[in-house]
Every structure is written in C-alpha cells, then in structure tokens.
C-alpha cells in the first residue's frame, strides 16, 4: 500500500548501505565513532556522559548501539540498507530538536514540504489536537504542536514515506502500518492510564518500535514472503523468525536506524529495548516497559491466536503493572476505536478492527467446536454463517444510510441552504486553493465581490419573502454567466463572491460585464404580481503568480478581500450597477523568501 500525504503519492526516501564485517565489537566500535563523529549533535549530554569511549578512556554506560549488538549473534549478511528519511523531514527533525531553533523558523520549514504542511493542518484540525478555532495556518499549527510535537510528526511523515513500497517485494505495507498504528495507540493508551511520559510521545515511540522491520525487508526483499508468513506468530517467534531468515532482528537494525536518524534517547531506547526493557537506560525505562506492554496488547488483534494472545496480556498487564483486570480489559477494548480513530487521522487505510468481545466470543466458539460432535459443530457453523451474514448485510445496510447521512451533513457545512452555491467557509477554502496553485504555476486569478443592490429596501418594502426570491434569481444568473470551473458562492447577506481561476485582469472585466447583464436581464415577480427588474455592484480585483517567497494564506485573503470592498463601495457610490475595478494586483504582502 503506498501511503500518501494529502493524497499526493508517497515519496520514498533513499536507502543507505552499511557494511558489517567479521571482526565484531572492533568494527561496532569504528561504526558507533563515526555515527557521532559525523553528527555529535545526535547523543544528548545524558547519554554522552555515559557512553564507553572507543580509545580505552573513561568507561562508562554503553551507547545503545553497542548494548544492542553484544548480545549473541548469528552469520549475517554483509551490507544492510537503511531507510533514509525524506531530506525535509530531516532537517525538520533535526531543528526541532534544537532547543535554540525558534517557532518562526519551524514554520518555515514545514511549508518547504507542502504535502506534509497540509497533513499538520489536517492533523492540528483533528479532534486528537482540535481545542478552540480552526487552524488556518502553518505557523499557527507549529505553536498548537510545539517543537517537540512537531517533530513527533515529522517522525511519524518520515516513517511513512522512508521506503519505495516498490523494493519491498511481497511485503503488506498496509498491515505493516496497522500493526504500527496498534502499537502506537496502546502505548499512548498506557502512558495516559499509568501517567509514565506523554502520551503523544509514547504514540510516536510505539508507532516507530518496528521501523527496523523496513530496513530488513529493504535488505532482503526476497524474503518479504517468508516473514510474512509469521505475522500472525507471537513477538517473540516473530523476532527469532528474523533472525533466521536475516541473521539479524528488527530492535538491532533499529538501533543503527536510530543512530542515522539522530533520534534523542527517548526514542531511540524504546526503538531498541522494546524487547527487552530491563536493559534500556534508566533515563527512558519507563518508555520502553510501555513499548514493550503495547507490542503484548497490539498482538491481542494481530496474532492467530487471538484468544491465547488476550490472556496473555490480561495476565502480564495485571502482573506487571498497577492496573486491575477491568482496566486492562477497558484499555484493550479502547484499542480498536483508538486506531480508526489515527487511522483517519494520519489517512492511513486500515481494516475493521476486531474488539474485546469478539475476540473473546471467537475463543468460546473454539472451545464449543473441540467439545462438540461433527455434526453439532456443523449445525453450529451453520447457525454462526448465516447470523454472520445477517450481521453483514444489517451492517452494510446501516452503512450506506451512516455514509448517505455523512455526506449530507458535509453538504451542508459546505453550502449556503437558501440559494445552495457554497458558503462562505466553502469559498474561502476554494480561494486559498487557487492561491497555492497560481502562487507555483504564475497564473493570474480574477476575484469578484457582488452586492445585490437595494436589496434591504426589498425586504422593508416588500417581505423578506421576496428578498429571498431575489437573492436565488442573482445566484442563478450569476451562475449561468460564468464558466463551470469558476466558483460562485454566498458569503453574506446579500454579498457574493464570484473567483475566476486563470484569468487576468481584462478576462475578469469580461466576466464582470457579461454577470451584469445577465442579472439585468432576470425579471421577477414581486407580492403584488409585477415584474421587478434586479442589478448589482460589483468590485474587481486580480492577484497574479508566481510567488516564490512564503506567503501567509490568511493575510492575502485578507487583503483580497478588503480591496475588493473598496473596489465594490466605489462602484456602489457611482451609481450601482456597475463594475469597479482596483488599481492594481493584490500583492502577496512583504513576505521572506524562504
């Protein structure tokens, strides 16, 4: 499955090729030096005091690198290849995690990547993040995160689009992404429920915990079918299943993936200790107890024994941890609308999640059909296959009628019920759109504000009736005077707001004067059975491209806006039914060129 950002595919990062030759911990050691020779900004001052230096000087703790690869190994091959995150993501990453880089400068950042900007927008506008207005803006979705987030979000961008879906062979990217996305909501679920870190940083530990399954299939893409074939296993067979078949585990490469990547040591420990949490530092064991507790309770939905797996993790969770048996069940059966819940989020496809109850109600019916004769496990079956059935068909029913009602109440966030064009909200959306597309392509836009004249002296004079006729009588002829990729919309009482996509200035008069006349020439009839004659007002302006330097989409709506109202107060004050056009383009405003 290729992942996209905003429905743009997804773009693979490059591969790095490391080597790993025969002669053990001396060339760990000549690895570990260069890693932080190359990027010593990469070991925190907590780590840096404990690391073995590699020259025989003060010893200390070892670097989770060189923890990671002392345990026993088998024949390896000779070169692994790493996936390398995109290069924006990168050094968004890298800047967020420096305590120096300010909100202005992430902000910056993030909009070099348009396709990521727009999944932090999304993201921020989600209900995970949502507390007050819409986020409307980069910057303004940078400060709702805070670096730190922000580069959770990188983290998790960068994850996602490390990897051609084309070089992994057989590989499901898809259930890959499930998995990962169950392991993250558990670990978010544990900390929020046992208060040991933060919890969206506990997701994004959980999310990447497995990142070094990429690099193995990467690696050897001709065994994606074969460790395919043990997803199903528990983590434990699953990760001998990986040594046998790559002479190494998931948590080893994760650590040089960590290493690569400059992961601070909140992540990079549950990356590699996840297994194994006795053996992470102090500083994060907390960290890699939840990555570890959240792999027990992602394989309650993703291993074959379902039934087996849930009490296993009923059983460790209770033993291990302060929660009671009522909670670890209340925490595992919040798992499954946790992860449609990120999955939408992230736009990520994933299948129906199964819950506690069926998972429980499955183990039951195993029981019954060990305890059962032939035939009464056949009856059973029976029984159970066309209830099922009905299930399905109730739920596919329920279904469309749930997607039918969806896509009304989407309708009508979006449209303006008297004249049904889009409203306000719509239209604004529609306009920051065609910004960001002549801002890159350097095509002019035409932008007319509409106002029905002496259309309060209709509703005084007549009835608000009849003002309402005449407001769907303008909608209709304004309509029929534009093309069918212009956009006319209702923002106002009696205001309209007509955007004409690649037109410049002398299209757009074109436009306005072909809108007058079709609107003078619409004759309605009033209360008192008289045809009425109907004008309007209109103020022109243009905003053209390219725009090569950053540009606020807030600020220039703003000022489109406001200049089109001087220009329509103008035509209003010469006489109404008319057109008035500003001087200039609207400028994009004083903006850095990134």
Known sequence: MTQTHHGCPARPGRSRVVTDDSAGS???????????????????????????????????????????????????????????????????????GNPETSI???????????????????????????????????????????????????????????VDPDQLGKFDLGRYWEDSLR?????????????????T????????????????????????????????????????AESELFGMTHDQLGARLAEQWGLPLELAEPLCFHHEPRRADPEVNGLCQIAGWAEIVAGVFSTSDRAGALDYARETLVAETK???????????????RVEEAAATFQLSIREQPTVDEIVAEAERGLTRVNASYEELVQQLDAALAELEDCRHERNVLGRRLEARERELAQLQLSDTLTGLPNRRACWQRVADELGRISRNGESMGFLLVDVDQLKRCNDGMGHGFGDAVLQAVSVAMTSAVRQTDVVARVGGDEFVVMLPATDRAGAQVVADKLLAAVRQRRITTPQRREA?????????????????????????????????KALLAARQSGRDRVALAENDVPWGESIVA
């Open 323 to 337: 929660l009671t048996l009522a909670e670890v069940e209340e925490l595992i059966t919040a798992v499954s609308g």
């Open 533 to 565: 004659r109907v004008t309007v007002s209109v103020g022109l302006v243009t905003v053209a491209g390219p725009c090569r330097a950053s540009w606020d989409p807030d600020a220039i709506l703003t000022r489109v806006y406001r200049t089109a109202d």
């Open 201 to 240: 940083e506990a997701f994004t530990t959980g999310l990447l915990q497995d990142l070094g399954v990429l690099g193995l299939i990467l690696t050897r893409p001709e065994e994606a079918a074969q460790w395919m074939a043990a997803v199903g296993d528990t983590p434990a067979s699953r990760r001998q």
């Open 183 to 199: 392991r993250g909501v558990a670990s978010q679920l544990l900390s929020e429920k046992l208060g040991i870190g933060e919890p």
């Open 26 to 96: 001396v060339a760990l050691r000549d690895f570990v030096t260069a890693a932080r020779q190359a990027a010593p900004c990469r070991v925190s001052a907590g780590v840096a005091s404990r690391v073995r230096a590699t020259d025989g000087h003060e010893p200390g703790r070892l670097h989770y690198v060189e923890r990671v690869m002392a345990e026993p190994r088998s024949a390896r091959p000779p070169t692994f290849r790493l996936p390398c995150p995109p290069p924006v993501l990168a050094e968004i990453v890298r800047a967020a």
């Open 104 to 162: 202005v400068r992430l902000g910056k950042l993030t909009s070099h990547d348009p396709a990521f900007a727009a999944e932090l927008l999304r993201v921020t506008n989600s209900p995970l993040y949502r507390r007050g207005a819409a986020v409307t803006s980069v910057m303004r979705a940078v400060a709702v995160l805070g670096a730190r987030g922000l580069r959770n979000m990188a983290l998790c961008a960068a994850a996602r689009n490390c």
